[in-house]
C-alpha cells in the first residue's frame, strides 16, 4: 500500500537547523511532484516546499526562500527538506505530500504522511 513516513522532526534552538526526511513507498515516486506542507495550531495548512517529478524548479512559500532547501532523490523515493535558521514561527507539524496531475481525466492524486513535528523554542 501507499506510504510516506517522515522523520527528522524534533525540537531546535531559533537559529538550529533540522533536515526532515519523507520515504515513500507503494507507488512510482519518480512521477510525483513532491511537496511539504506545515501546519501551525490554530492555522491552516500551509505549501512550504515544492519540487516537480523532473526537472523544472523548486517553489517555496515565501517565508522560507533562502532558509529552507527541497530536494528529491528518485533512486531511493526519498525526498528531504533542509531547514536552517530556524524560527520560532517555523513551530508546526510538516507533512510529506506526493502529487499528480492526470489532465486527460482532470484528476488529481494525492498522498500524505502522518507529519513530524517541529518545535523551535529556546
Excluded: H
Aim: charged share 15%; proline share 4%; glycine share 10%.
Amino acid at each position: 500500500q501507499v506510504q510516506l513516513v517522515e522523520s527528522g522532526g524534533g525540537l531546535v534552538q531559533p537559529g538550529g537547523s533540522l533536515r526532515l526526511s519523507c520515504v515513500a513507498s507503494g507507488f512510482t515516486f519518480s512521477n510525483y511532484a513532491m511537496r511539504w506542507y506545515r501546519q501551525a495550531p490554530g492555522k491552516e495548512r500551509e505549501l512550504v516546499a515544492a519540487i516537480p517529478s523532473v526537472g523544472g524548479s523548486t517553489n517555496y512559500a515565501d517565508s522560507v526562500k533562502g532558509r529552507f532547501t527541497i530536494f528529491r532523490d528518485n533512486a531511493k523515493n526519498t525526498v528531504i527538506l533542509q531547514m536552517n535558521s530556524l524560527k520560532p514561527e517555523d513551530t508546526a507539524v510538516y507533512y510529506c505530500n506526493a502529487f499528480l496531475s492526470l489532465p486527460a481525466t482532470r484528476r488529481t492524486i494525492n498522498y500524505w504522511g502522518q507529519g513530524t513535528q517541529v518545535t523551535v523554542s529556546s
